[in-house]
């Protein structure tokens, strides 16, 4: 499985982005897609997931303003994020998880850097 973020880059605040996600090998609809962010100094953390049938969960400080999405036909998971703010300057990472057994295992991309200006 590989995973290839695209999207990111400096925007001042109040700006919008749009992330992409790639993935190749074993994903398919019915596996979780993600993002998560780390900026400097802190742990990584839940940014957005989307499940089998579309459904959504966000991190508290995203809501309202972010929106995930996914293109099956593509393989493909977007993140659509407006009115952005100085603390959404973080690295984003995208993840998909494969469920097996009673157990799973995550896959990242490989990050991209999102920088907003005040």
């Known amino acids: 499985v590989q995973l290839q973020a695209s999207g990111g880059g400096l925007v001042q605040a109040g700006g919008s982005l749009r992330l992409s996600c790639s993935a190749s090998g074993s994903i398919s609809s019915n596996n979780p897609r993600g993002w998560y962010r780390q900026a400097p100094g802190k742990q990584r953390e839940l940014v957005a997931v989307?499940?089998?049938?579309?459904?959504?969960n966000y991190g508290d400080p995203v809501k309202g303003r972010f929106t995930i999405s996914r293109d099956n036909a593509k393989n493909t998971v977007y993140l659509e994020m407006n009115s952005l703010k100085p603390e959404d300057t973080a690295v984003y990472y995208c993840?998909?998880?494969?469920?097996?057994?009673?157990?799973?295992?995550?896959?990242w991309g490989q990050g991209t850097q999102v920088t907003v200006s005040s």
């Open positions: 993840n998909a998880r494969q469920y097996f057994s009673g157990t799973y295992r995550d896959y």
């Open positions: 989307i499940g089998r049938g579309g459904i959504t």
